[in-house]
Every structure is written in structure tokens, then in C-alpha cells.
């Protein structure tokens, strides 16, 4: 069994628009029946904020995988000075079920979250581009410069310029080490530091949410038209906040509608149904039917982060780790 961990993660490196290409087939495969994913369980005991998720799944491509992410979440780890989330993937060949790869880390789990962000934005933006018949770059936000956060910021800097995303709006409550403000990696996207969410929130029309959050906060609709929101922490938003979302994209609706989500909360106080809302996969492969029927309303995409995806973009890196000769071999 080949082990990786972040090192070798970094070493193998982060191709975003491979990424974003991993995720789109994986989809694919989920939306055609080509893939196996129970309903993920959480393990809970003890804080009942904490909890310990199993995330099984088998897909058919862009490589045929099986295997499962561990991740617990802690969010009181971050007063601690650790880190919220650990996890741990193991992958197991297919046709015999022989373990054969296990990666360690929350780097990669980062990673799947913001490829899966970053291959629907690709789809929405240009879809927007065409559909307007030019190209007007978009203000962004992300609040919530943790892990996921700055790995989104990453994602946002590599798969797009200038041309396409004006400036870079970041925010986080708390006092964020210095380096999450000045990433090396950041050069493409002028990048503004801003002290409250509402400037963050007022002045752009892509807002990303990647806290941590245990309240909710955002009490208003985006002031943008045509507004895309990439709800990736899943419990910011008062439910009146999303209500004018004139499209809704979901990984999946029973995996995303439960947990205390913010599309429950939708469902349960503003009758959201899963026929209101659209599939990733669909998209991905319609992102100008999705884009032309929220017309100036805002789009909302809330995924709860599927095991398909996990499993995919693992396997991605063990081919690569395999055929690099990264990594170590344990019997």
C-alpha cells in the first residue's frame, strides 16, 4: 500500500484545470448511475459540535476507484491553534478490494472542495461571458480564510485572471496570520483585505463562505444582480437571505438537505423542494440553461461534498504518486 501525505501531495503539485476536469467526469458518472454512494453517517459523542464523518463511494471515471474518507471535524480545535477538520483516505482496488493507497491529511480533502467549486465556476462564468456576449470581470469575496478559504483563493488565482475576476475580496474574524493575507501564490488576482463580511459581501457579485461558522450571520440578499454565491461552508445564511435565488445547484439533495444545512433550513421555512433545484451535474454539462433561467437573480450553489468526488480526486494522485514514485510503500 503506497502512503502519502501533504508533503507528497505538494510534491506531486495542485493542476486546477485537471482538477476541475477530474470532478466534471466524476459527476458525470454519479448523474449516469455509474458510481455507488450510501448516505454518509456521522459519528457523534461527547461536544455535540464535533463529529466524525464516513464518506464510502465507488466511481466509474475518470478511473475506476473505490475507498473512503475519514474526516472528524472539531471546530474547538481552532481556539486550540490545530486544525478543525483531520482526515485520513484509503483506496481500495476495485476488483479485488486489496487496500492499495492511503493518503493522510486534510490538504487533499481541501483540495476536492475547492476543484468542485472551481470546475462549476469555469462552467458558470463562461456560460455568463457567452450568454452577455462579452466578457465583464467579476468582483469576488471569500469570507472565511481558513484552510478551505485560502485554498479557494488559490484555486480562484490559478483558473482565473485578471480579465475575469477584477479584485479579490478576503475576510475573516479572526486575526489570521499575516501569510494567509500575502500567499505567494496569489499574483494573477488584485487582492483586497477588508474588515467586516458586508464589505466583502455588498461590494461583490461571487461570494464564497468558508467558515466555520456555528451562527448564522448574513442577514441580507446579495445587493448584486445576477449575484453567484459558492456556499461552500453550508451555515452562514438567514433562509430569507436565499430566498430569491432564482437557481439553486446541489450536489445532492439528500446528502445536502439535512445536518442543520441552510438548505434545510430552506426547506423546512421556505418550502424549498428538491424539484426546485438543479443537479452539479447538470450544471456542468447546461450551465447556459441554469445562468438564463436565474436571469438577475442570484444562483446559489450549496454542496454538502460528495465521497465520489473524494474517491476520484484521490485516485488522481495516487496514479500520479504511482507513477512518480512518490510517496512510501508499507506492507
Known sequence: MRYLNEADIRQIGIDWKKLAAVITEAADAYAKGECAQPLKPYLKFGDASNRIIAMPAYVAKPQRAAGLKWIASYPGNIAAGLPRAHSVTVLNDPDTGEPIAMIR????????????????????????????????????????????????????????????IARLRLYDRRDIDREAWSDSSLSRIPVERVSTWQEAYRESDLILTCTASAERYIDEAPSKPGSILMHVSLRDYMSEALAGAGAVIVDDWQEVCRADTDIERLHLEQSLQAADTVALAEALSQPDAVVASAGERPILFAPMGLAVFDVAVAAYYAAAAEQLGIGKLLD
Not at 475547492?114 to 450568454?131: E, H, N
Open 105 to 164: 491529511g486534510g490538504l487533499i480533502s481541501a483540495i476536492r472542495t475547492a476543484a468542485v467549486s472551481g470546475a462549476l465556476l469555469l462552467a458558470l462564468l463562461s456560460s455568463r461571458a457567452r450568454l452577455a456576449g462579452s466578457s465583464r470581470p467579476v468582483e469576488a469575496a471569500i469570507i472565511g480564510m481558513g484552510p478551505i478559504g485560502r485554498t479557494h483563493a488559490q484555486m480562484l488565482n490559478a483558473l482565473f485572471g485578471e480579465g475575469e
